[in-house]
T-cell receptor
Framework: GAVVSQHPSRVICKSGTSVKIECRSLDFQATTMFWYRQFPKQSLMLMATSNEGSKATYEQGVEKDKFLINHASLTLSTLTVTSAHPEDSSFYIC??????????????FGQGTRLTVV | AQSVTQLGSHVSVSEGALVLLRCNYSSSVPPYLFWYVQYPNQGLQLLLKYTSAATLVKGINGFEAEFKKSETSFHLTKPSAHMSDAAEYFCAVTSFYSSASKIIFGSGTRLSIRP
């Protein structure tokens, strides 16, 4: 099956610094990638939809200046948490869906990134 | 608009017993439905998906789910629980029509298995 690679799997950063998380589709092209945030023992909350070559679409309540998304190629999307604070500590997961076919509408998920801001 | 509701945040069954995890969906367009499993500190793994072909869908690890349009349900079952099934399970919905459509998740059900 298709593979989505997310890096890093775990990161600890100091408050006020920025952290970049990468999401790569390894064996398929993805015009659209999704970024989710998951709090402990809760579901995945969609943060934004990342569109190759254009601006990301953010969900209501998600600060676009706080969570910068760049989708520079058909296989890579990045999420940068700017000026991180302890409340940004969470599990971030990306997903990608195959481009251009209705037969493969499932999303493939990265392994997740555990961000801890100290 | 689309949404899913998972009934029961925590389900506990004995090893060897039937597993039933409930999911009801709401969708203004024909839905694609999924069940994902998540183990601690890991991403999501697809168990099975409904894509408008057969209404009874078989997935990995002995799981299956039945799409019932009249009941707007997509419940997940497994005849005999195994200890390794203990995990968090998420039901999800997206649009049939577009691979760019959002995937919306339910709140999740934690499955515990008693020895």
């Amino acid at each position: 099956g298709a593979v989505v690679s997310q890096h890093p799997s775990r990161v600890i950063c100091k408050s006020g610094t920025s952290v970049k998380i990468e999401c790569r589709s390894l064996d398929f092209q993805a015009t659209t990638m999704f970024w989710y945030r998951q709090f402990p023992k809760q579901s995945l909350m969609l943060m934004a939809t990342s569109n190759e070559g254009s601006k990301a679409t953010y969900e209501q309540g998600v600060e676009k200046d706080k969570f910068l998304i760049n989708h520079a190629s058909l296989t890579l999307s990045t999420l940068t948490v700017t000026s991180a604070h302890p409340e940004d500590s969470s599990f971030y997961i990306c997903s990608a869906r195959r481009q251009g076919t209705s037969k493969n509408t499932e999303a493939f998920f990265g392994q997740g990134t555990r961000l801890t801001v100290v | 608009a689309q949404s899913v509701t998972q009934l029961g945040s925590h389900v506990s069954v004995s090893e060897g017993a039937l597993v039933l995890l409930r999911c009801n969906y709401s969708s203004s367009v024909p839905p694609y439905l999924f069940w994902y499993v998540q183990y601690p500190n890991q991403g999501l793994q697809l168990l099975l998906k409904y894509t408008s072909a057969a209404t009874l869908v078989k997935g990995i690890n002995g799981f299956e789910a039945e799409f019932k349009k009249s009941e707007t349900s997509f419940h997940l079952t497994k005849p005999s629980a195994h200890m390794s099934d203990a995990a968090e399970y998420f039901c999800a919905v997206t649009s049939f029509y577009s691979s760019a459509s959002k995937i919306i998740f339910g709140s999740g059900t934690r499955l515990s298995i008693r020895p």
